[in-house]
């Protein structure tokens, strides 16, 4: 694709194009590096997520709403490591387009879709702990898997829906628009749709998230106070309120996740919105942490999730062939 002058230092990314843009000269040794690395993140990233999947998806005792959320936010984050991460990289490294102006405009919707995506599931988490917390007696009812589904499906719907309006309704790259050459696909809105998107895809859901759990972390915090004083008082201690314990403990392990996601979405989208060149630089390194987040929740899983270590252990050992392993409990009462 490149093309060399007679100095052997200029390249260009469409060679029988006279307007294509210059393509930035790496070292072999930097080319192989860079794809190496990317090429082991997304890996990494789809390998991780999958586990996830399959566990939640083959053991019958995980078909849990809070568990049906951490699916789809699984099939989020696999999708950023098999789409987004190695798109991203390849554009990184080339630092041209290769795909088309019709995949350029498809690639904008995706690449916003998925954080989107994520974003979205991270508020279903938000209601279901402060339901399960705060709410406990009437959680059996408001909550169920099957409102769950369906609330993870319009979650997919509206976010595909806004994403492909917001592209279609804006001036994406027909690989001609940034710097007036042929072989970049950047993406451009208005000043509305900024506002809009401001509101819909930033303020609105962070404000949501982080109401929703200062509450469930101060409900947690005094119902674990009562149970650790009765404990220590020698009083028998009820089923539900060991129950209501385990809820508070999910809530701080999926708040862990909601915090880490938080804390590299939010400096990235006030970034993102400078027009000077060294913030949308920073921006651009944040993003990149916001993928590399994906490969980190499955980690925070395995580090406060009994029953995602044994369901590892059962998949890596194959023994999920085995008749009637969709049966198995691999977690004990309180564990969950």
Not at 103 to 117: D, E, R, T
Request: hydrophobic share 50%; with cysteine.
């Amino acid at each position: 694709m490149a093309y060399e002058t007679e100095d052997n230092k200029t390249q260009y990314c469409f060679p029988a194009i006279n307007s294509s843009c210059i393509k930035t000269i790496r070292s072999t040794h930097e080319y192989n590096i860079m794809y190496v690395f990317f090429s082991l993140l997304s890996a990494w990233t789809v390998f991780l997520n999958l586990l996830v999947i399959i566990s939640i998806c083959h053991f019958k005792k995980l078909h849990t709403p809070t568990n049906m959320l951490i699916l789809s936010l699984a099939v989020a984050d696999l999708l950023i490591g098999l789409i987004i991460i190695p798109l991203n990289a390849i554009k990184l490294i080339e630092t041209c387009w290769y795909f088309g102006d019709n995949f350029c405009g498809l690639y904008s919707v995706v690449i916003g879709l998925l954080p989107s995506a994520s974003l979205s599931h991270l508020i279903l988490i938000a209601v279901d702990r402060y339901v399960a917390v705060c709410h406990p007696l009437l959680y059996p009812q408001k909550i169920t898997t099957a409102k769950t589904i369906l609330s993870i499906c319009i979650c997919w719907f509206c976010s595909t829906a806004y994403n492909t309006a917001l592209v279609s309704s804006n001036t994406h790259s027909d690989l001609q628009i940034m710097d007036g050459c042929y072989g970049k696909c950047f993406f451009t809105i208005s000043y509305a749709w900024g506002v809009t998107d401001l509101i819909i895809s930033f303020l609105f859901p962070c404000a949501v998230i982080i109401t929703l759990y200062l509450r469930i972390f101060y409900v947690a915090h005094q119902q674990v106070k009562v149970i650790n004083s009765l404990l220590k008082g020698g009083k028998h201690v009820m089923k539900g309120s060991l129950k209501r314990k385990s809820e508070g403990k999910a809530a701080l392990t999926l708040g862990l996740i909601v915090t880490v996601y938080l804390l590299c979405y939010i400096p990235y989208f006030i970034l993102s919105l400078s027009e000077n060149t060294e913030m949308i630089s920073i921006a651009f390194v944040l993003l990149w942490i916001l993928y590399i987040n994906s490969a980190v929740n499955p980690i925070i899983y395995a580090l406060f999730y009994p029953w995602f270590k044994m369901s590892v252990k059962h998949i890596i050992t194959l023994k999920i062939f085995q008749p009637a392993s969709s049966l198995v409990t691999i977690f004990t009462d309180y564990q969950s």
